[in-house]
């Protein structure tokens, strides 16, 4: 916990760094290589949720819960959304 704080905190420190000194195309290079990063994480992930028999067995299930949670999370954000709007 402490380690991925502290990285948090160099990573903000060296961001910072970057905005002072005007260095906006490090910043452009960086945000490309963050989404390139993003994607190959969300596929070693589908790799390990496809090779996890427990979740292959219990997929519909999990499925079914996640599409009510989902369902509920949207219809959520509609109402308070138009009970605050006004």
């Known amino acids: 916990m402490i ?3 502290a990285m948090l905190l160099i990573g903000l ?3 910072f760094m970057f905005k002072k000194l005007g260095m906006q195309s490090i910043k452009a290079k960086l945000d490309d290589l963050l989404s390139i990063i993003v994607l190959f994480l969300l ?3 589908g790799i390990a949720f496809g090779s996890d028999q427990k979740i292959i067995n ?8 996640s599409v009510v949670l989902s369902a ?3 219809l959520g954000s ?3 959304g138009y ?4």
Not at 58 to 65: D, K, Q, R, T
Request: proline letters at 0%; hydrophobic letters at 65%.
């Open 43 to 45: 596929f070693l992930m």
């Open 78 to 80: 509609i109402i308070f």
């Open 3 to 5: 380690e991925t704080l």
């Open 83 to 86: 009970l605050f709007r006004r």
């Open 72 to 74: 509920l999370a949207f």
């Open 13 to 15: 420190a060296i961001g």
């Open 58 to 65: 219990n997929f519909m299930a999990l499925g079914y819960n």
